[in-house]
């Protein structure tokens, strides 16, 4: 009986672990709708809303700590919520990405945009999929595909690395786009740093099923 409290307790770790997963998936798309709208509601919104997520991840931590104190988990078991735990870190820190792109896209509501949003929202779709099959694997236990997420991060490196040069030519023929093309490259390396937390919940999924650590992010 104990033992099957304890699997029905982990099993509702994982399912607020998904929809922590879900709400930061929405976060980031809201927050790059709303950048390329320039729809100031919508990024005061992701802003309030970061709170909910802030309080999701105290209520999977408090959890996960009662689980541990409260029953007699095996080292699998273990393994398990440790997992959880440092998978919800980094969905959080994504979801701070989103605020400060919202931030952003306020500070920017009277002006116009130096050039046309393409490459950003194409970052961000891929990065978004990322956290979306990251979560799949580390449900599904699938390493195969953890490492084959993985592999995506090459394509937003590539893709800021692209945006990068553009601005800074920008920069360098008008000094006017200066403040605005900084803007948009805090953005692009927060895209880049979400695909890297991304790349670390793939890491600790094939640490889960295999008990190997191995290093992605390289």
């Given at each position: 009986?104990?033992?099957?409290?304890?699997e029905?307790?982990?099993?509702?770790?994982?399912?607020?672990?998904?929809?922590?997963?879900?709400?930061?998936?929405?976060?980031?798309?809201?927050?790059i709708?709303?950048?390329?709208t320039?729809n100031?509601?919508?990024?005061?919104?992701?802003?309030?809303?970061?709170?909910?997520?802030?309080?999701?991840?105290r209520?999977?931590?408090?959890?996960?700590?009662?689980?541990?104190?409260?029953?007699?988990?095996?080292?699998?078991?273990?393994?398990?919520?440790?997992?959880?735990?440092?998978?919800?870190?980094?969905?959080?820190?994504?979801?701070?990405?989103?605020?400060?792109?919202?931030?952003?896209?306020?500070?920017?509501?009277d002006?116009?945009?130096?050039?046309?949003?393409?490459?950003?929202?194409?970052?961000?779709?891929?990065?978004?999929?990322?956290?979306?099959?990251?979560?799949?694997?580390?449900v599904?236990g699938?390493?195969?595909?953890?490492?084959?997420?993985?592999?995506?991060?090459?394509?937003?490196?590539?893709?800021?690395?692209?945006?990068?040069?553009?601005?800074?030519?920008?920069?360098?023929?008008?000094?006017?786009?200066?403040?605005?093309?900084?803007?948009?490259?805090?953005?692009?390396?927060?895209?880049?740093?979400?695909?890297?937390?991304?790349?670390?919940?793939?890491?600790?999924?094939?640490?889960?099923?295999?008990?190997?650590?191995?290093?992605?992010?390289?």
């Amino acid at each position: 009986m104990a033992r099957k409290v304890f699997e029905a307790s982990l099993e509702e770790l994982h399912n607020d672990l998904i929809r922590m997963g879900s709400m930061v998936e929405k976060q980031i798309h809201d927050c790059i709708d709303a950048l390329v709208t320039q729809n100031v509601e919508k990024a005061e919104r992701i802003m309030v809303n970061d709170d909910i997520v802030d309080a999701l991840e105290r209520e999977i931590e408090d959890k996960a700590i009662r689980l541990i104190a409260m029953q007699q988990p095996l080292a699998i078991d273990l393994r398990n919520i440790f997992t959880t735990t440092k998978i919800v870190t980094d969905l959080e820190r994504m979801a701070d990405y989103a605020v400060d792109v919202a931030k952003i896209t306020v500070r920017l509501k009277d002006e116009k945009y130096i050039k046309e949003l393409i490459d950003i929202p194409r970052m961000a779709e891929i990065v978004i999929l990322m956290i979306r099959d990251s979560l799949d694997a580390y449900v599904a236990g699938d390493v195969e595909k953890a490492y084959e997420v993985c592999k995506r991060d090459d394509q937003v490196d590539d893709i800021y690395k692209e945006v990068f040069a553009e601005l800074l030519q920008l920069m360098f023929k008008n000094q006017e786009t200066v403040t605005q093309a900084t803007q948009f490259l805090f953005i692009c390396k927060w895209l880049e740093r979400i695909a890297d937390h991304t790349t670390n919940i793939c890491e600790w999924t094939i640490y889960l099923v295999t008990g190997e650590k191995v290093n992605l992010n390289e």
